[in-house]
């Protein structure tokens, strides 16, 4: 059951990257600061029902679902924390590289 979570985790976590890059990519790549101001909350509230969700399954006492809990807790939490801090860092050092002409 616990190979089954990778996929099940890009599957449900995937969007909050998405909808950061496309609002960017909206407003134009320099307004990253509103873009993480207005999707970034929905992002949160989106991550925090996945987690209430999924996280229940770890209080379970059959061990195989419990872990599957634990592991989606950790996965869930690990995709916000890239999508709020490191896609934002990686969308300002390509817009700066882009708009300063270098492709690379």
């Known amino acids: 059951m616990t190979i089954c979570v990778l996929p099940r985790l890009l599957g449900t976590t995937n969007d909050y990257g998405i909808y950061i890059v496309h609002r960017c990519i909206f407003r134009g790549r320099s307004d990253i600061q509103d873009a993480i ?5 929905g992002g949160i509230l989106s991550a925090l029902t996945t987690l209430e969700g999924f996280g229940t399954l770890a209080l379970s006492v059959n061990r195989g679902i419990a872990s599957v809990g634990l592991i989606s807790l950790v996965g869930i939490s690990a995709c916000l924390l890239a999508a709020l801090f490191t896609l934002p860092a990686t969308l300002q050092i390509w817009g700066a590289q882009h708009h300063n002409g270098e492709h690379g």
Request: proline share 0%.
């Open 37 to 41: 101001q207005v999707t970034g909350l």
